[in-house]
């Protein structure tokens, strides 16, 4: 099978019709899963495994999952960065552009839209956001168990996952999370240096290792100019660039954990109240498409329309220049035995991280009350063990808020 054909050496030659009509391909699809992939970034890739491998046959099995594990080793949204793989892939980059805006734009528009009607409310004492707050609570709850089973099978990286969670609550200075990601990460290396790799199959890559050199010359890059510039230049807009691209850049693990850094970015500062946070992380679990997409609202409630799309931007940005950037080189570098012990200690202090952001700001904001308490007992069983849609624990959320606020 022939796999990324449309997307060959020919990048800078002008778009053919062929080429045209895969654009136009990649963008319908992407919006129908932008449209319908509800319940996260795990579902999402059952999702995608459907439309593009199933039935459509972009790519082979083996490539795809190949693809998947590379995404879960970079930082940024795991689901996303596969569209945007397979949009690359498929019609070359501007096929992964077209899969990233079919995929994100219709939550986008939802969440802005919900930002619009959100102003001019007390959201503080309204009953249907306490709902939303507990749905957060849950929805972190359920994330947090999914994970630990996952990233946290031994002693080592549950006593990670745990030092993390602590230093979290207690060292709560700027950059905290990036230098305990960095302390996992070292941690990591150090104790599963020695554990033989896991095999791995190679990748057939359609992108020139210059483009991918220069895509993480500009990832690092931003990383390490924006702050400068937020401290030289005393703009709003650039303020909220530079806090949503660290954000989009130290993110491992999933949609969930962007929380706590959107969080101690926003909110101590003021750019948005610690009710409209919640409420919003609340709503963006009933929408379908990326959780990334909590940006787009939290820009919105900030800065309006343009502080949406500027939202929108700066914490998508790292995603496509880490999956252009590492794509050419991921064979080498998923056989490499430090790297694989590097990453089973970042996803061990992610967990940790989560799990910080479940007491606060979550759990403190929430539950307030023995009824708060019944009602998020009530919604995590129906989530975890009755495995209802994640929208339907939203509306119930909703109901569940508005019935405690008036006991």
């Known amino acids: 099978m022939k796999t990324g054909n449309l997307a060959s050496d020919d990048q800078d030659q002008a778009v053919t019709p062929n080429r045209w009509r895969a654009l136009w391909e990649v963008l319908i699809v992407a919006a129908k899963l932008g449209l319908t992939s509800f319940g996260g970034p795990t579902a999402h890739l059952g999702y995608f495994h459907n439309e593009y491998i199933r039935k459509r046959k972009w790519m082979d099995e083996q490539s795809y999952a190949d693809l998947v594990a590379l995404c879960q080793f970079l930082p940024g949204p795991a689901s996303s960065q596969v569209g945007i793989g397979i949009g690359v892939m498929r019609a070359g980059l501007l096929g992964g552009l077209m899969a990233w805006i079919g995929f994100t734009l219709p939550s986008v528009l939802i969440l802005v839209a919900f930002a619009f009607i959100l ?7 309204a009953g249907w956001i306490s709902g939303l707050k507990i749905v957060a609570v849950v929805i972190v709850a359920h994330a947090i168990l999914g994970m630990a089973q996952k990233l946290t099978p031994d002693k080592v990286r549950i006593t990670i996952a745990v030092l993390v969670a602590t230093a979290a609550l207690l060292w709560t200075v700027p950059y905290s999370q990036i230098i305990l990601i960095l302390f996992s990460g070292f941690i990591g290396w150090w104790m599963y240096r020695n554990v033989p790799v896991t095999p791995v199959i190679k990748m057939n890559v359609p992108i020139r290792r210059s483009l991918a050199v220069l895509c993480v010359i500009t990832f690092a890059g931003l990383l390490i100019l924006l702050p400068i510039l937020r401290q030289a230049i005393n703009m709003e807009w650039i303020a909220l660039f530079d806090s949503m691209y660290r954000a989009g850049s130290m993110v491992f693990g999933g ?16 750019v948005v109240s610690k009710d ?3 409420a919003g992380y609340g709503a963006t679990q009933a929408v379908p498409g990326p959780l990334f997409t909590f940006a787009a609202y939290l820009g919105a409630v900030s800065m309006g329309g343009a502080g949406a799309f500027i939202a929108t931007i700066a914490i998508f940005l790292p995603a496509f220049l880490l999956i252009i950037g590492a794509l050419p080189f991921w064979n080498v570098l998923r056989g ?4 694989q012990g590097a990453l089973a200690g970042i996803n061990a202090g992610v967990v940790g991280l989560l799990l910080a952001a479940l007491y606060q700001p979550l759990w403190t904001t929430a539950v307030l009350s023995p009824a708060d308490f019944a009602v998020v007992c009530i919604l995590f069983v129906l989530l ?5 849609p994640p929208w339907i624990i939203v509306l119930l959320g909703i109901v569940g808020g508005m019935i405690v606020n008036q006991i």
């Open 119 to 125: 102003k001019g409310y007390d959201v503080g004492h």
């Open 255 to 270: 949609g969930h954990v962007v929380l706590p850094l959107l969080e101690q970015e926003l909110v101590p500062h003021g």
């Open 276 to 278: 409209d946070f919640l």
């Open 336 to 339: 490499n035995s430090h790297m």
């Open 384 to 388: 975890n063990f009755w495995k209802c």
